[in-house]
């Protein structure tokens, strides 16, 4: 009998590990990305004022973006790119003041979110923000052109303005890499050799040369804020790093960061050099 269990056990140990990993290998994307098929119109989110568009991908698909044109010639235009959840509408609270403070504002809802086709990958998030990017770029000659990013959108954004001339990047709650997230979420799995959608923005943002804002509530749950000071870490350049003490994931426009995004855009857009670190 006590051999019997001795062979029963192990294996009965390595079957309640694998088990779980294993899922969590087959509906790793279910975690990372979390889509709204629900597609709202801008005036439900309070932005009446916004176009909705569609704009054609690299790879055939078709996304949605809402699009504030910039009210003067040579205003600045910021793209915002949302986080894991929901559409682009979890991000109008920002839109709203960006638009309020005279930006055009450009709003990219993903792949598979929200009324656009195709399904969320790393990569297919990286296509929608050049295709949204590009179509900006033809529509806005002249203007300075911000990138802001909350949570996982700011790995889209991180990406996006390593290889894309902006005149400066706004960070909110990013993370240093999704895999960092996912092995402090779960430690016991070997996530950093499972992960399909990695989002490696630290190394990616070293590659940044516009001015940087990087946001973070100190009770961040979601995403710790030593994620945001590790990515800060590696950014070379102008920059600057902005703490909200007892602010978590989700509230830091309750705190004053959008107030904080609007004053360095403006600053940007008198004089480049006006951030310090």
């Given at each position: 009998m006590r051999r019997r269990l001795l062979l029963v056990l192990p294996a009965l140990a390595l079957a309640l590990y694998a088990a779980p990993l294993a899922y969590l290998y087959a509906f790793q994307r279910a975690y990372v990305f979390r889509p709204s098929q629900e597609r709202v119109h801008p005036a439900e989110a309070g932005l009446p004022g916004a176009q909705v568009h569609e704009v054609a991908t690299a790879d055939g698909e078709r996304i949605l973006v809402w699009y504030v044109p910039p009210p003067a010639s040579g205003a600045p235009v910021i793209v915002s790119f949302h986080g894991q959840t929901g559409?682009?509408?979890?991000?109008?609270?920002?839109l709203r003041a960006f638009a309020a403070a005279g930006f055009g504002v450009l709003g990219v809802s993903y792949r598979g979110y929200g009324g656009s086709t195709g399904v969320p990958t790393e990569e297919g998030l990286h296509r929608d923000a050049q295709a949204a990017f590009a179509w900006l770029e033809a529509r806005s000659a002249g203007a300075r052109r911000f990138v802001h990013g909350f949570s996982l959108g700011a790995a889209v954004a991180v990406r996006l303005a390593a290889e894309r001339a902006v005149d400066g990047l706004?960070?909110?709650?990013?993370?240093?890499?999704?895999?960092?997230?996912?092995?402090?979420?779960?430690?016991?799995?070997?996530?950093?050799?499972?992960?399909?959608?990695?989002?490696?923005?630290?190394?990616?943002?070293?590659?940044?040369?516009?001015p940087l804002?990087?946001?973070?509530?100190?009770?961040?749950?979601?995403?710790?804020?030593?994620?945001?000071?590790?990515?800060?870490?590696l950014a070379g350049g102008t920059k600057r790093f902005v703490a909200y003490p007892g602010a978590g994931h989700n509230d830091l426009p309750r705190h004053g960061a959008v107030d904080e995004m609007v004053r360095f855009v403006r600053d940007l857009s008198r004089a480049p050099s006006a951030l310090a670190e």
């Open positions: 559409t682009v509408a979890r991000v109008a609270e920002r706004i960070l909110e709650a990013p993370f240093a890499s999704a895999v960092d997230v996912a092995a402090i979420r779960y430690p016991v799995f070997p996530v950093r050799w499972l992960m399909h959608d990695p989002f490696r923005s630290d190394l990616a943002i070293p590659n940044v040369t516009a804002l990087v946001l973070h509530g100190t009770e961040d749950r979601t995403v710790p804020i030593a994620q945001g000071e590790k990515l800060f870490g």
